[in-house]
């Protein structure tokens, strides 16, 4: 398994991390997990080499963090875990921001909202200590946390031991830069694939030349990109793959032009030895300034079969042409 850097934090992680949103279930994603395969996940994961773990305290209301710390116990100082913090429920602290499963969530990234999550992420996860700490979403109006003030509570947090790294997701590009002239900021979290790459154009490149670690979220686009979400498969309504505003590429007239295109590789499989998850998570991390891909689980088999996909070497030429073929299935609006 390839590692790299989290920046200059001296923290270093395996390309491929286990993302653990659907481990926290929720309407969202249909079947509900059963938490005993989850944790059998997680160590199969963990003994082909993944050691990054990606979880955040809204995926199932702790329901994540938890199966997540019974996972790691005896085996904490091998994992780097990363957490977040931002996404409020325990009041109406913050802007609204969404109402899932029976609870209203707010963006909060004040410094005493923060205080009481990270406690509460050190008690699910069983830990004295969290490798990334991650603001979840910026904050915004009308209860708008200065990016200052936010940063210099991580900071704290920080001095105190209870993290190593300070990380944000789902910025801005203006964002992300106010919040890297306020320090210590090591990574992004952004959402990332092949089928959404808004930040090849600013983002990665910046990321690169200020040494900032970027770790991308659904970089399978939710199954769509491993070839198995066939033209038949049903979402109930409440799924996120049933909401095409939200991804278009789920959208039939897109899903077929997807999955022809995945057809066409299989030449590429053949000549790697690999699925298509596989090689699209080569690809992924073999992206300019993209060094991490998180990759969520349902069982032991996609734990491993995602793993193996760190292991693979595209030729240029190779890589080349699978961005060329990309390219030609232009916009999915």
Known sequence: MKCREFGASGIKASVVGLGAWVIGGGVGWGEEPDDNES???IHAALDAGVD???TAPVYGYGRSERVVGIAIKGRREKVVVATKCGLWWDDCRGSFFLEYDGKRVYRSLRPDTIRIEIESSLKRLSTDYIDLYQT???AVDPEKTPIAETIDCL???KKEGKIRAIGVSNTSFEELKENIACGEVVTLQPRYSMLCREIEKEILPYCMSNNIATLAYSPLEQGLL???VGMDRVFGPDEWRSNTDWNPWFKPE???RVLAMLETWKDLTAAYGCTLAQLVIAWTVAQPGLTHALCGTRGVSQAVENADGGRIDITA????RITRD????????
């Open 39 to 41: 944790i059998r996940a």
């Open 52 to 54: 990054l773990i990606d």
């Open 136 to 138: 979840h979403w910026p």
């Open 155 to 157: 900071l704290e947090l």
């Open 226 to 228: 491993t070839g198995k």
């Open 254 to 256: 897109n899903r077929v």
């Open 317 to 320: 030429e190779d890589l080349t």
């Open 326 to 333: 990309v390219d030609a299935l232009g916009s999915p609006w």
